[in-house]
């Protein structure tokens, strides 16, 4: 009702009371106005929302907090029932539109019975005094296998269910803590089966300032998987050349004493982080590592420092073994290089008078050897005046040298 023309003087606004003063973008704020006038409050807005009228001189209404972070003033007009409609403006209240705080775990993939330790964290925190969770997980994939305190400093407590699958934790820190916060770390194992997948869910979250005042935060849940690593696949294995000498020192012909190993490697999931090759037993490193080109291809070139001989056959499986980036291990492939012995034209090992008289049989075209030459490879041992690289033909000097060799008067072929 209106009560005076006269009333000249406007409404008092007593106080404004913001719930609660630091809201997400866009959320909402309850408003409660108290405001008195000898004619009567007309109505009462906040930031031109009209306020109830929730009696007792009190009006009281919700706003919706602007949608860009920063500190806000709200206003509050109350008009009077008068005549002329005075009104009172205040606008000393203020509000903070904040981003919330968000509480996080990452995603979990172990293999079948591994393990890992995770942080539960809360990023974008502002004066942090309590954190509260109630955390679910399925006690048939995963089990939590240990719980630590995080940043909080002046108490951590924690209660863990295996077998229903569940934990829960508090922490104070009375000046409270800013930014992003590790509530807790937590060392998750894996009890299923491959392929299992267990949702890590904050099933219940609290979090106070030194104020006492909630914190605005959303959840973040994690997901724990078990999975099998796929390892690598190695294919196109290749050696250039398939057969080589012996390498005791003596100068050879240019590339009959070394080979060109290469490999294909790849990894479905992931990728390879070694590829080492067994040369043992030519003499060299039972883990030689392989040299990475470019794309898929690995490669090493090797020579045969020593040779165990196993006459006739003198051809040596190399084992490849590549490693992924997930521990993954392909050990099954090999690369077969064959080593000989110069001099040994005869094939069983040795370098030695038989191989003189095969030299010879050859050369004067008696059978068998004439219709099975021997190999320049091995039996080129010398050359014109005893030049140690050889000549590219297989005939009497080179009986010569073995002959020689074989009565202790010059050094291994």
Known sequence: AIISANDT?????????????????????????????ASGIASVTADGVSLADAGSDTWEGTITAAGAPGTYNVTVVATDASNNSNAATDNSAT???RLPATMYIEDVVVMPGGNMTVP???????????????????????????????????????????GSGWMRANALDVDGLSGNVTFAYLTLTAVGNKSDVSEMEFEDSRLLDVSFKEIVHIRRNGTFIIWENVPPEVTNVSRAPDTILYDNG???????NSSLLSAYVTDADG???????????????????????????????????????????????????????????????????????????????????????????????LEPEASNPPGVLAGDVVGEAGDPIGDGVVDMMDALYIAKYASGMVEEP
């Not at 404004?16 to 106005?33: F, K, Q």
């Not at 954190?131 to 995080?150: H, S």
């Not at 003596?250 to 009959?256: C, K, N, S, V, Y």
Request: with cysteine; charged share 20%.
């Open 271 to 365: 990728s390879i982080t070694t590829v080492t090759i067994n040369l043992s037993s030519i003499g060299g490193s039972p883990a030689q590592p392989m040299e990475h080109i470019s794309g898929d291809l690995w490669e090493v070139t090797t020579s045969a420092t020593e040779v165990a001989i196993n006459a006739p056959d003198f051809t040596h499986q190399l084992a490849i073994t590549a490693t992924d980036d997930d521990g993954g291990i392909n050990d099954t492939e090999s690369i077969e290089l064959t080593v000989l012995k110069r001099g040994d034209v005869n094939g069983d090992g040795l370098v030695d008078e038989m191989d003189v008289d095969y030299i010879s049989n050859y050369v004067a075209g």
């Open 120 to 162: 539960i964290m809360v990023f974008d925190t502002v004066d942090m005094s309590v954190c509260e969770i109630n955390f679910t997980y399925d006690p048939t994939v995963v089990r939590m296998t240990d719980v630590a305190r995080g940043d909080m400093r002046y108490s951590f407590k924690f209660n863990v269910n295996n």
């Open 95 to 97: 509000y903070e539109a």
């Open 9 to 37: 003087t406007p409404p008092v606004i007593h106080s404004v009371v913001l719930d609660p003063t630091v809201v997400a973008p866009n959320g909402s704020i309850n408003v409660i106005v108290t405001a008195t006038d």
């Open 250 to 256: 003596r100068p050879r012909t240019p590339g009959t």
